[in-house]
């Protein structure tokens, strides 16, 4: 079985500091992770992906994520946040043995506030 | 870029009433998603195919229906729709490598947000 946490519903930072959105996950086998992001009224877009090459994945927009195993997390970050970054973002994970009936287990969302 | 449509970016429909979400996709994908996304829950598989003529049955399927007639359309049914009904529903499509793996990257529609009253 394979679950996901994202820690915090809500994340508030100042235009121009470190992002980080945690999220720790479970899984029975070497699990697929994904970060993806909702902008307000748009449908979800894939920011990175991790599946089992470098634990440091980069994604678009700036962001990146590491995987470490030890401590079943993958945690979101951006050196410098930008007021576009305002969104919901959703941490996935996949190891194609349950979770969802696709295989895919989506995180509950952190809802990122950018104070300017 | 791939590019999923979904009819409707609002719809407020009756109780009891028969409701049709309508999904397309334009980049030949084999797999087409329904979600349901409300706050607090995150997105809930409702159902899924994986090729033409083909569902299967996602997480919550109650209440819902779907149909796959054509490779780049797939339509979401409330049979009789309920007020729990009352959410934002997204449509989803990737491509499918081979058979082994069926997670590969999902393209999102805009949303639907279904209010019954």
């Known amino acids: 079985a394979q679950s996901v946490t994202q820690l915090d519903s809500h994340v508030s930072v100042s235009e121009g500091t470190p992002v980080l959105l945690r999220c720790n996950y479970s899984?029975?086998?070497?699990?697929?992770l994904f970060w993806y992001v909702q902008h307000p009224n748009k449908g979800l877009q894939l920011l990175l992906k991790?599946?089992?090459?470098?634990?440091l994945v980069k994604g678009i927009n700036g962001f990146e994520a590491e995987f470490k195993k030890s401590e079943t997390s993958f945690h979101l970050t951006k050196p410098s946040a930008h007021m576009s970054d305002a969104a919901e973002y959703f941490c996935?994970?996949?190891?194609?043995?349950?979770?969802?009936?696709?295989?895919?287990?989506f995180g509950k969302g952190t809802h990122l506030i950018i104070q300017p | 870029d791939v590019k999923v449509t979904q009819s409707s970016r609002y719809l407020v429909k009756r109780t009891g009433e028969k409701v049709f979400l309508e999904c397309v996709q334009d980049?030949?994908?084999?797999?087409m998603f329904w979600y349901r996304q409300d706050p607090g829950l995150g997105l809930r598989l409702i159902y899924f195919?994986?090729?033409?003529?083909?569902?299967e049955k996602g997480d919550i399927p109650e209440g819902y229906s779907v149909s796959r007639e054509k490779k780049e359309r797939f339509s979401l049914i409330l049979e009789s729709a309920s007020t729990n009904q009352t959410s934002m529903y997204l449509c989803?499509?990737?491509?499918?490598?081979?058979?082994?793996?069926?997670?590969?990257?999902?393209?999102f529609g805009s949303g639907t947000q279904l209010s019954v009253l």
């Open positions: 980049m030949d994908h084999e797999n």
């Open positions: 989803a499509s990737s491509f499918r490598k081979d058979i082994f793996t069926r997670n590969e990257k999902l393209f």
């Open positions: 996935v994970v996949s190891d194609q043995s349950g979770g969802g009936a696709d295989g895919l287990t």
């Open positions: 899984s029975s086998y070497s699990p697929s």
């Open positions: 991790y599946t089992s090459a470098a634990t």
């Open positions: 195919s994986y090729d033409v003529k083909m569902k």
